[in-house]
T-cell receptor, first 112, second 111 residues
Framework: EAGVTQSPRYAVLQEGQAVSFWCDPI?????LYWYQQPRDQGPQLLVY????????NSQLPSDRFSAVRPKGTNSTLKIQSAKQGDTATYLC??????????FGPGTRLTVL | QQKVQQSPESLTVSEGAMASLNCTFS??????FRWYRQHSAKGLEVLVS????GEKEEGRFTAHLNRANLHVSLHIREPQPSDSAVYLC???????????FGLGTRVSVFP
């Protein structure tokens, strides 16, 4: 069974640029999560979906971050006008009916 | 909001010696707990999930949960150099599916 896949694996931007991250969850998993993991910290939940619906986006900086999952499968997380403080690894995870979460390898973002 | 604290920040052990990691949480609202391992530049690998007080073993990894003391531990039996990684504790309650993580313990295993 294929695991959670993410792309790109790395991204380097100047402040003010935009970037999108893509996640393909495990087939059949209805719930998808995006976490932000700053260096030397634990992951922090940004947003999660059940099918195509956003269930909780309370920790998503809504002025510059957006996330979609239009068909309830793949998902895209976008940062408009990135800041140095956005430097982190962005992890995607998926689960079936809220059970065990399986994580992808992450996208490591550096904002210069 | 639930807070999760891990100790120690880092741990060095010899191959074959027992390694013990600790995690405390701020309140009793969480009802399930997980230990993950994260190798450098890789995703998280779940090691043990535990939902009730007591002990749960998964191979060389054993978790102990004591809800009254707001504490969960992880013991690694016969650690190997390939176990060198960051170990993360995570908690979850019924009201939110997202996990709350600690900062992690960096474990180094030397031959």
């Amino acid at each position: 069974e294929a695991g959670v896949t993410q792309s790109p694996r790395y991204a380097v931007l100047q402040e003010g640029q935009a970037v999108s991250f893509w996640c393909d969850p495990i087939s059949g998993h209805d719930t998808l999560y995006w976490y932000q993991q700053p260096r030397d910290q634990g992951p922090q939940l940004l947003v999660y979906f059940r099918d195509e619906a956003v269930i909780d986006n309370s920790q998503l900086p809504s002025d510059r971050f957006s996330a979609v999952r239009p068909k309830g499968t793949n998902s895209t997380l976008k940062i408009q006008s990135a800041k140095q403080g956005d430097t982190a690894t962005y992890l995607c995870a998926s689960s079936y009916r809220g059970r065990e979460q399986y994580f992808g390898p992450g996208t490591r973002l550096t904002v210069l | 909001q639930q807070k999760v604290q891990q100790s120690p920040e880092s741990l060095t052990v010899s191959e074959g010696a027992m390694a013990s990691l600790n995690c405390t949480f701020s309140d009793g609202t969480s009802n399930n707990f997980r230990w993950y391992r994260q190798h450098s530049a890789k995703g998280l690998e779940v090691l043990v999930s535990i939902f009730s007080d007591g002990e749960k073993e998964e191979g060389r990894f054993t978790a102990h949960l004591n809800r009254a003391n707001l504490h969960v531990s992880l013991h690694i039996r016969e650690p190997q150099p390939s176990d060198s990684a960051v170990y993360l504790c995570a908690a979850r309650n019924n009201y939110a599916q997202g996990l709350t993580f600690g900062l992690g313990t960096r474990v180094s295993v030397f031959p």
